[in-house]
């Protein structure tokens, strides 16, 4: 973790920054609450957030309907304890002192709630585990 801020800071990246990276965001949010720093962007983000990834975190009982895509910034990756890739290919600057981890999940784009529920379920796993990591290195 860096030593600027006593919050580990997590960026989510995909391309569209509209479905799973604001999910991941939503999760960590809804799970790590305060104690995480959240951040999502995208390559090239999308106008809206998908609208099937807005209904099916609501069915999990986390709104992103407020949610809005970002551009991905040098910033914003320097700014993060942890930047989590899925499928952004070479688009995500490396800086040293970072943990990159690259998710490898469906892109929900152009599909249904139903489509999207099974990625979702995905998504909060890899999140319930990222925020037990996080946890476990605050302690240690």
């Not at 209904?55 to 910034?73: F, N, R, Y």
């Amino acid at each position: 973790m860096s030593s600027t801020t006593p919050l580990a800071s997590v960026l989510f990246v995909c391309v569209h920054n509209a479905g799973r990276s604001q999910m991941a965001a939503g999760f960590l949010r809804h799970l790590a609450g305060d104690r995480v720093e959240v951040r999502s962007a995208g390559s090239l983000p999308a106008d809206r957030v998908n609208p099937a990834a807005v209904q099916a975190m609501k069915e999990a009982g986390v709104d992103i309907s407020g949610a809005e895509p970002k551009i991905l910034t040098t910033e914003a990756v320097q700014a993060s304890d942890y930047v989590i890739t899925m499928g952004c290919g070479d688009a995500c600057p490396v800086f040293p002192g970072r943990t990159y981890l690259d998710w490898t999940l469906e892109d929900p784009a152009g599909k249904g709630v139903e489509a999207v529920r099974p990625i979702r379920d995905q998504i909060r796993e890899r999140v319930e585990a990222l925020v037990a990591e996080i946890d476990a290195r605050r302690r240690g």
